[in-house]
């Protein structure tokens, strides 16, 4: 994103650009050999060293949703049983099974509650060998990404911040490092402004960005939504709510 996105004419021509909101889905390469917790140090410290302060951490410590005679949920409570609180069972989302794991998500009972840094880290270092959790998902906000849950659906890859998932698969683990950035459309421009200084520094800590999406958002009172695909195929709500059926334009390029 080191350059502004530039909105074609027949797009802005179509859609209320002047009160429309772009997120930008960026991907980084995430390498496996770098242990869990030295890339979760990276950019919590790429945080505070841009000036914008502790970030605010969601996070998800996982089970597998499949038997397993070792959870990593009850040994890391064995070493930390402050995270007691955060232990939960609860569904995600509709239609998928429940596995327990430490969260501070909306579906916890410490939603929204905070473990200390020192706290996560250590657990964070303990996987996958003292800790084998099946999926560890941690999500870095900071208002300078923008309204944290932007769009009325709770997808995880559309909340601004940084987010970071490594999990089990057949052949090892498997990683994803992306960030979510929105920006405010400028009436009378065409062009997208760049991100500030500080979330630039912290987009740069992340890596080399592999793919950039730009998504139109609606505003924050529509409640009737377009759909638009994002990267993993999901519908997110889009900036025309009378378009319905409408997908993400790829016209909309960086310039």
């Avoid at 009972?109 to 270092?125: F, N, S, V, W």
């Avoid at 800790?131 to 995880?156: C, W, Y």
Wanted: with cysteine.
């Amino acid at each position: 994103m080191s350059r502004a996105a530039e909105i074609p004419l027949s797009y802005s021509h179509r859609y209320p650009i002047a009160f429309m909101r772009i997120a930008f889905l960026n991907t980084f390469g995430a390498k496996t050999k770098e242990p869990l917790v030295s890339l979760i140090d990276r950019i919590h410290q790429a945080f505070l060293s841009s000036g914008l302060g502790e970030p605010m951490i969601r996070f998800d410590f996982v089970d597998s949703p499949l038997a397993s005679p070792v959870s990593g949920v009850d040994k890391a409570l064995e070493h930390h049983p402050e995270a007691g609180r955060f232990v939960t069972t609860a569904s995600p989302a509709a239609g998928i099974p429940g596995a327990r794991r430490i969260s501070n998500g909306p579906w916890s009972r410490a939603a929204g509650e905070e473990l200390p840094y020192k706290t996560l880290q250590t657990i964070a270092a303990g996987v996958p060998t003292s800790f084998p959790f099946h999926a560890v998902v941690i999500h870095f906000h900071s208002p300078e990404f923008g309204d944290r849950v932007p769009t009325q659906l709770n997808s995880a890859e559309m909340m601004a911040g940084v987010l970071l998932a490594d999990s089990w698969w057949v052949d090892g683990r498997i990683r994803s490092l992306s960030a979510c950035v929105v920006l405010p459309r400028v009436p009378g421009s065409r062009k997208m402004p760049p991100p500030s200084a500080p979330v630039a520094a912290v987009l740069k800590v992340c890596g080399k960005i592999k793919r950039t999406i730009p998504v139109p958002l609606a505003k924050k009172d529509v409640t009737r939504l377009a759909p638009v695909s994002q990267p993993t195929f999901a519908m997110i709500p889009g900036a025309a709510p009378e378009a319905m059926g409408a997908v993400l334009p790829h016209s909309l390029q960086q310039a």
